[in-house]
T-cell receptor, first 111, second 118 residues
Framework: EAQVTQNPRYLITVTGKKLTVTCSQNMNHEYMSWYRQDPGLGLRQIYYSMNVEVTDKGDVPEGYKVSRKEKRNFPLILESPSPNQTSLYFC??????????FGNGTRLTVT | AQTVTQSQPEMSVQEAETVTLSCTYDTSENNYYLFWYKQPPSRQMILVIRQEAYKQQNATENRFSVNFQKAAKSFSLKISDSQLGDTAMYFCAFMSMNYGGSQGNLIFGKGTKLSVKP
């Protein structure tokens, strides 16, 4: 089954404790990206990658890192999480110009 | 920069009735895609319908159809014969066709929460 898999689905952590949210797709998509969703703000892009070893900032990249060492994986790294990064996070992938396929989301709470 | 505006934060409709969700956008580009995504309480992002800007014909998917007015930069979603399962947050989104970083970046509106009442 074609899918984008994110883990974990829920995560509660404390300020400053490094964490990684994993994302994997099995559709051989070139394009992958991370979004955060906050009430009243819709979804905003954090980082994107157009191919292996090619990443760039989206609209709200501060406090996040990504890497794309393999085509299928695109982890999101929070080196020192803060409470303002409490949010719902989505990973997505696509071919150029095709609709995005979204993962099921990760609910992150930073206390 | 592109922007997407959904002016109706919340709407409700009776089961079996028709409802229209509004979306306007701003762009200087001529080639782009527009989407409507549905997010039910399960929080999955589900593609409802897609429209290519170069196509004059409005897209239709079963009970869902759009009214795409390119000159007015308007992209409304009509849901016919509303069902309880249509209750969800609906997001309008824009994507550039230009090569480069903007391609694949969906610009979302803030969403419209739709409630279908029995």
């Amino acid at each position: 089954e074609a899918q984008v898999t994110q883990n974990p689905r829920y995560l509660i952590t404390v300020t400053g404790k490094k964490l990684t949210v994993t994302c994997s797709q099995n559709m051989n998509h070139e394009y992958m990206s991370w979004y955060r969703q906050d009430p009243g703000l819709g979804l905003r892009q954090i980082y994107y990658s157009m191919n292996v070893e090619v990443t760039d900032k989206g609209d709200v990249p501060e406090g996040y890192k990504v890497s794309r060492k393999e085509k299928r994986n695109f982890p999101l790294i929070l080196e020192s999480p803060s409470p303002n990064q409490t949010s719902l996070y989505f990973c997505a992938s696509s071919w150029s110009g095709s609709p995005l396929h979204f993962g099921n989301g990760t609910r992150l709470t930073v206390t | 920069a592109q922007t997407v505006t959904q002016s109706q934060p919340e709407m409700s409709v009776q089961e079996a009735e028709t409802v229209t969700l509004s979306c306007t956008y701003d762009t200087s580009e001529n080639n782009y895609y527009l989407f409507w995504y549905k997010q039910p309480p399960s929080r999955q992002m589900i593609l409802v319908i897609r429209q290519e800007a170069y196509k004059q014909q409005n897209a239709t998917e079963n009970r869902f159809s759009v009214n795409f007015q390119k000159a007015a930069k308007s992209f409304s979603l009509k849901i016919s014969d509303s069902q309880l399962g249509d209750t969800a947050m609906y997001f309008c989104a824009f994507m550039s066709m230009n090569y480069g970083g903007s391609q694949g970046n969906l610009i979302f509106g803030k969403g419209t929460k739709l409630s279908v009442k029995p």
